[in-house]
């Protein structure tokens, strides 16, 4: 049996006419007659499992929403797929995107042109241009991942990851640090920037400095300097 059905209750947005659900049996937490939210076309919902788009949502444009994923809240999806027990919520906005293995996008965070797989996005934290967060990673307070790779590692306040950089092993990178075309692996990075090829790994601690030009920072601590096109191993660095 169908577990929705499209109402005649509709809504226009960006041009697109979309159709409130209505739910006909009680599965997961909805009961039969509950309204849900608004989607384009009868395909973008699931019958099998417990997902759901809840009242204020909105889906659409060959999106779909499967295998026990919700979008509520003021959500918006937009050409993209919400799937395996993912959560989208508290106005965030998915575009040309995949959502999967229990991800959470919430607080106006923005997902474009990207993948977040079992991560979490949230307080206005952005993805796009093909990047992806995956394996636990943590996108929050504006930060900005852009043709990047955040793998395990967490990316906060202000801190900008572009141009095929990699954050990964439980890195953090925070405080509006920048890390532009660099490696970080298993490293804090913490108002400081790593540039034009630099690797900071195993264990490493940048703090208001600056790495850059193909430089390796290893199993140190570099703080209020600059490092560039050389290897610093087991060291404290400081101005």
């Not at 003021?74 to 999967?100: D, E, K, L, P």
């Not at 979490?120 to 952005?126: A, W």
């Not at 430089?215 to 140190?220: D, H, K, L, M, P």
Request: glycine share 6%; hydrophobic share 35%; aromatic share 4%.
């Amino acid at each position: 049996m169908n577990k929705f059905e499209l109402t005649t209750n509709t809504k226009v947005f960006k041009g697109v006419t979309l159709y409130q659900i209505k739910a006909l049996r009680d599965f997961g937490h909805v009961n039969a007659g509950d309204l849900g939210g608004f989607i384009d076309e009868s395909s973008t919902l699931d019958h099998d499992s417990n997902s759901w788009i809840y009242e204020t949502g909105l889906v659409l444009k060959n999106s779909s929403v499967t295998n026990g994923a919700t979008v509520q809240n003021r959500a918006v999806i937009v050409s993209s797929t919400i799937t395996n027990g993912s959560n989208v919520t508290h106005g965030a906005h998915i575009r040309n995107s995949i959502i999967t293995n229990s991800a959470w996008i919430t607080t106006a965070a923005r997902i474009i042109n990207s993948t977040v797989d079992r991560s979490r996005v949230e307080l206005g934290g952005k993805v796009s241009h093909s990047s992806t967060v995956c394996n636990g990673s943590t996108i929050a307070t504006t930060a900005r991942i852009i043709r990047s790779t955040v793998d395990h590692s967490s990316v906060s306040k202000g801190s900008i990851v572009k141009n095929g950089a990699t954050v990964k092993n439980s890195s953090t990178v925070t405080d509006g640090s920048t890390i532009d075309c660099a490696v970080i692996d298993e490293a804090t990075i913490i108002d400081a920037t790593i540039s034009n090829s630099a690797t900071v790994k195993n264990h490493s601690t940048v703090h208001k400095a600056t790495v850059k030009n193909h430089a390796t920072v290893t199993r140190s601590t570099v703080m209020n300097t600059t490092v560039t096109a050389k290897t610093v191993n087991y060291t404290v660095i400081t101005d």
